[in-house]
């Protein structure tokens, strides 16, 4: 059977995403000493730069986990059996997080969100000056939430827990958004950063990150949920290199991560949030476009809060799962199936090693597939996007 599907697979799903050629390259090795040499030199470059990345100078622990791991690690070094969380509703990603910490004994206080836009401070400072007794001891909030794609604003979350003088920590979910999207952990306030390896730092599921700023780093004294595994004190590093990953390093991902460290470095953290703003743009010129005449739309509403790592795109009476069926059976294109629960929706990967041709493709290939499907516009949401690429083709 003839195809158009040979060639290289595109996968757009937000997340595990594109892995750089040089990154996987560097994984290729035999197993080093793993207690002096190059291996534990390389790693402690790690812990070195991680902290850049989020823009602290706090403490950056690595855990041998995916997202879900690292979300444990915050929450267990940081609060006691019984104490109150309180968890920010945008999606679905802040409840998981507050799942877990339920298991591991916290008590959570939800404040429900809704589908299609992001937290509201005003209602974050309510929450928090009706709990006279000073009860919730966090507040965990996700930067990006990957279902709906919206991109709370984390400086204006804290500075509504300010406004409420309540000394709870605060603890951002960065897993979707990690060297995405601009994000300032220690200018905007926040005690503690969590990521994964999988998404915008480009390299394969399996490791999580925890930065703690000085208020956690002071709570962890005190923290009665810790265990064994996932304590910080060991990981600290005061007792060697082999204790700071509980065991054995994740020798594969420690190289992997150095390549990805040292490509978002040479790049320019800020450069690459510029990058992903600028593509992120284009992705939303292209789904503009379609939504004139079809019931394509963007699923979140004020565009203010749309995500520069990934974007949720409701198709009305499109199916979006036989949308994606075709990209990807027609062409090897992979879209992210739909996760909020918001019916009839898919959703583009835009996170890490992407480019011009990268997105276009994607955005050409979508474009093709509704076409198919039947759907009209009177503009291309293709020449939308390269419209808006073209005027920072030039930049830096
Ligand atoms: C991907 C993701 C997670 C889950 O990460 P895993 O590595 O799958 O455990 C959590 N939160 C957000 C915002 C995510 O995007």
Not at 369 to 388: C, K, N, Y
């Amino acid at each position: 059977m003839p195809s158009l599907r040979h060639g290289r697979q595109l996968v757009a799903i937000p997340g595990p995403s594109v892995i750089p050629d040089r990154v996987l390259a560097t994984m290729h090795q035999a197993m080093p000493n793993i207690y002096e040499g190059d291996l534990v030199d390389t790693s402690m470059t790690l812990f070195r730069d991680l902290p850049q990345i989020a823009r602290t100078g706090g403490e950056a622990f690595v855990t041998i986990s995916n997202g879900h791991g690292a979300w444990e690690m915050a929450l267990t070094n940081t609060l006691c059996r019984g104490d109150r969380i309180l968890v920010l509703e945008s999606g679905r990603f802040a409840r998981g997080w507050g799942n877990i910490g339920a298991t591991a004994g916290l008590e959570v206080q939800t404040l429900a969100g809704d589908d299609r836009g992001p937290v509201d401070p005003d209602s974050v400072e309510t929450a928090l000056r009706e709990d006279s007794s000073r009860t919730i001891k966090a507040v965990l909030v996700v930067q990006v939430d990957t279902a709906t794609s919206v991109r709370n604003d984390i400086a204006a979350i804290r500075a509504a827990i300010d406004a409420a003088s309540h000394p709870a920590l605060l603890m951002v979910d960065c897993i979707a958004s990690m060297a995405c999207e601009r994000f300032e952990m220690d200018a905007w306030g926040v005690d503690v950063a969590v990521a994964g390896s999988q998404k915008g730092l480009m390299v394969p599921p399996g490791l999580g990150f925890v930065w703690a700023g000085d208020k956690a780093l002071a709570a962890h004294e005190t923290a009665d949920l810790k265990t064994g595994y996932w304590d910080w004190g060991p990981r600290s590093g005061r007792d060697g290199h082999y204790l700071r990953y509980c065991g054995t390093p994740p020798i594969q991902h420690v190289f992997a991560l150095r390549a990805a460290l040292d490509m978002l470095l040479e790049e320019g953290i800020e450069n690459v949030w510029w990058r992903h703003e600028v593509l992120a743009d284009a992705i939303r010129a292209a789904i503009d476009s379609w939504s004139s005449g079809n019931e394509v739309e963007h699923n979140i509403v004020d565009a203010t809060f749309r995500s520069n790592a990934v974007t949720t795109v409701r198709t009305g009476s499109i199916d979006a799962n036989r949308l994606r069926a075709l990209a990807e059976q027609q062409a090897g294109l992979v879209l992210g199936i739909e996760i909020a629960g918001i019916g009839n929706a898919f959703r583009i990967g835009h996170m890490g090693h992407l480019n011009p041709p990268m997105v276009l493709g994607v955005l050409g290939t979508i474009e093709d597939t509704l076409l198919q499907m039947g759907a009209t516009f009177p503009e291309s949401g293709v020449a939308a996007a390269a419209r808006s690429l073209a005027p920072h083709l030039g930049e830096r």
